[in-house]
C-alpha cells in the first residue's frame, strides 16, 4: 500500500471572516475528503472571532491564522486578493503539490481531491477544472457550467507564479486567467463526477448571506461582504459533526447524482461514489 508521502499534497486554505458556522460545515467536507495527503488552512481576518485551538487542528492536519494584517502594506485589509496571497505565503513551509481554494459556504463532496489529482495525472495538466459543478439556489439544485475558482484544483507553483488580483470578487482571475491562456487549464473537462458544490443560499448562513461575486462591482463589496458574514460565536471549538449530520449536509447531492446516475460515466460513479456513500472520517 502506498504511503501518504508518495502523494502530492493537497492544500486547501480557506479565508473567512468570523463565519464560524460555515466555516464548521466547510471544515467537516475537508475532513470527509478521501484523498490522504491533504491540509486545510484556516486565515481568519476576523480576529474578534477567534476559534480555539486544540490538539485536534495538529491531528488532523488543521491550521488556523488568525490576522487582519496587510502583510505587504501593514494595514488592515482592503480587498480579498491581499488576503488570499497572504494566507498562500504565510504558510508556504507547508505547502507543496497542489492548492485549492475552500470557500467557507461552499460545499465539496469526499472524491473531491481525489478525482481532481487522479484526473491531473491522466492529463498531464498543472489542474483539474470539471466542466459543470452543482449550484444551489433557492431550494434548487442543478448542474451549472463551471466558472467557479473554487472548483479547481491547481499547482500550488503556478498560482504564486501568477498570483491574485488584488480585487474583491475578481481576485481568482489573476493566475486562473493566466493559466487558461497558457493551456495549462482545461475549462471544458468531461470526464468527472460532480464533486464541488457552488453555494448560493441554502439557508445555512446564520445572517443574510452575501455573495461577493453578486457584488462585484460596488466599491463597498469588501466592508459589505464583513458586515454579513461575522455569526458572533466567538471562543468556541470547531467540531467535527456526527455521522447522521453527515449525511443530511450531503444527502442532497448524493440523491442527485443516484437520480441522475446514467448521465455520468460509470467507471467514474462505481469508482468515486458508489464506494463513498458513507461518511470517511
Known amino acids: 500500500m502506498s504511503k501518504i508521502k508518495d502523494y502530492p499534497q493537497v492544500t486547501a486554505v480557506m479565508c473567512t471572516y468570523g463565519r464560524f458556522t460555515c466555516v464548521e460545515r466547510a471544515m467537516n467536507c475537508f475532513l470527509q475528503q478521501t484523498y490522504p495527503n491533504k491540509r486545510l488552512v484556516i486565515y481568519n481576518t476576523d480576529t474578534e472571532s477567534r476559534y480555539i485551538k486544540s490538539d485536534f487542528f495538529t491531528e488532523k492536519r488543521i491550521l488556523v491564522w488568525d490576522s487582519n494584517q496587510d502583510l505587504v502594506t501593514g494595514l488592515h485589509y482592503t480587498n480579498v486578493g491581499a488576503i488570499r496571497r497572504d494566507a498562500l505565503n504565510l504558510v508556504g513551509d507547508y505547502l507543496g503539490g497542489y492548492v485549492v481554494t475552500w470557500d467557507d459556504d461552499d460545499l465539496w463532496m469526499p472524491w473531491f481531491m481525489e478525482q481532481a489529482v487522479d484526473r491531473m495525472q491522466e492529463t498531464g495538466l498543472p489542474s483539474f477544472k470539471p466542466e459543470m ?23 500550488i507553483e503556478k498560482v504564486r507564479e501568477y498570483g491574485y488580483l488584488l480585487e474583491t470578487g475578481k481576485e481568482g482571475l489573476g493566475w486562473y486567467t493566466k493559466m487558461r491562456d497558457n493551456r495549462e487549464l482545461d475549462e471544458h473537462d468531461k470526464n468527472y463526477l460532480p464533486s464541488y458544490c457552488f453555494n448560493w443560499n441554502d439557508g445555512y448562513e446564520m445572517n443574510a448571506p452575501h455573495k461577493q461575486s453578486g457584488d462585484i462591482d460596488n466599491p463597498n463589496n469588501f466592508n459589505n461582504h464583513k458586515e454579513a458574514s461575522r ?10 459533526y456526527t455521522e447522521e449530520k453527515m449525511r443530511e449536509t450531503y444527502k442532497p447531492y448524493f440523491d442527485f447524482i443516484r437520480e441522475h446516475e446514467a448521465d455520468f460515466p460509470s467507471h467514474l460513479v462505481e469508482k468515486y461514489f458508489t464506494p463513498h456513500l458513507l461518511p470517511v472520517l
Do not use: K
Open 231 to 240: 455569526d458572533a460565536v466567538n471562543g468556541r471549538e470547531l467540531s467535527i
Open 133 to 155: 459543478s452543482f449550484f444551489y439556489s433557492g431550494n434548487n439544485l442543478r448542474l451549472v457550467r463551471n466558472t467557479l475558482e473554487a472548483s479547481i484544483v491547481a499547482s
